[in-house]
């Protein structure tokens, strides 16, 4: 009876364990039109979304050592070339979406971070938790979202966003230039 | 006019720099003013910066690293990197040397700064050959240095850098600048923060600020490796959880958190007391211990 009874409290400390939400905090900055206006003013952007081939993004991560998440690239482009694109980034603990302006020569014009939301433990490595992008919720997820206003921590390195930002420009240099 | 607010989040200062403003104003007024924030903080990273090989800083480091055994160097200072210079002598003074801006050996030797001024390095014994801010003299925007030494401003820039950016903002405005966990606000009365004092996202204390601005330092984010080196031992020091200090200026709190965190329990109440900061320390538990 004692065995049975450690056995149960066992199995049910450990589903509780196991099926306790994480929290994962996030923070709005801009939506994609109020980016667009800051980065673009009012010029005109032309949805030009694009997607990669796996020798492109091959060659892409051969250049820079930054590995292609995804195919898709969002992007938007003015009359005159230059480029409006939205992209996630995954840190170890975020997951950040990040607005690039390029100009026609693949420069950067200016970036702005969309969104920020960390997380902790395996969440990060969860499909459905990747998939929080712009325009591509996830009810599940976003239900243990928290926004929180002002938090004073350690101070984060933003590596994984100029690695980002390089695997973009790269992007540009090898396929966007010559469309 | 309704009340307008505007959010944005750049990549500055190595890190993620926030601005929150509010205001009785049209929305394109908030977004000029935002990007004069981050206009003003991306001036202070070009003077200020280590990572920057055209800094006013790296341009002192590398006068200051060729100097001969005997020589002593002058160099006329801005007026920014003289304020922060003042102020981090000041504090190495007041704490005995448990504050000091020339660990820059230490950090690169372990990785934490790039050597793109080529320090020698290589041999513990090495890092005994460079100076200290005891050969730093700085006297009306004038440095006088009179050994071969390597500055980091990594721990105090920062703050600066919000001072300066808050400095722009209008009375009229609600602003809030947190570059990186150094916060500043210009209507502070009344207002909650969240303290983070380990990794995982729940480790959070919601506190009232007590001054304008606040700092917070950690080792959380760096694995095994810390960023705390203890000036008169060299070492890295070993610290879970996090320090904050209440102050009312970024530029305060920012060098307080580190001073604070390697000095006694005695030490860390003077120095609050002098600076009229408020220090929270709280291990990675939870337990929080207040200093003032």
Redesign the interface.
Known sequence: MQRRNFIKNTLLGLAGFTLMP????S????TIEQAKK?LFKDKMLTPFPVNLTDAQAESIENAIDIRVRHLDVNAWRTESGDWFIIDQVIGK?ENIDLAIALSKSGSVQG???LT?R???GSQVMHPKWRAQFHGKNSSEFLKLDKQ???????????RH??DGINRLTETHKQVLSLL | MTLNKL?????LL???V?I?LKGHVEDSVL?NLSEEIFDEIQRIHHLLSFHDETSELSQLNQKALNLAVGETLTIELSTDLNQVLSFALELHQFTRGNYDITIAPSLVKSKQLPNHLSLNIDKPNNLLSFGNSFNLVCNEGVVTINKPLCIDLGGIA?GYAVDCALSKVPDYIQC?I?A????AMSHWQG???????A????A?RTVKMQNKA?????????GNKSGIVNPLTGKHVKFKG?M?VFSSQAMISDALTKAMILSSKQQKIKIAKYYNAQGIKINRLGFVKLYY
């Open positions: 994480k929290i994962a905090f923070k709005t900055y801009l800051i603990h970036i702005e971070v920020y960390e997380s902790y929180i206003t002002n938090i004073s921590g350690a101070t984060l390195s933003c966003v100029t | 959010a944005r989040c750049k990549t190595g890190t993620f926030e929150d977004v920062k809030c947190n990186g966990g150094d916060l207002e909650r923060v969240n303290l983070k004092y990794k995982r996202s729940s959070l606040l700092a917070t330092t950690g080792n959380y984010h760096r996090s904050s």
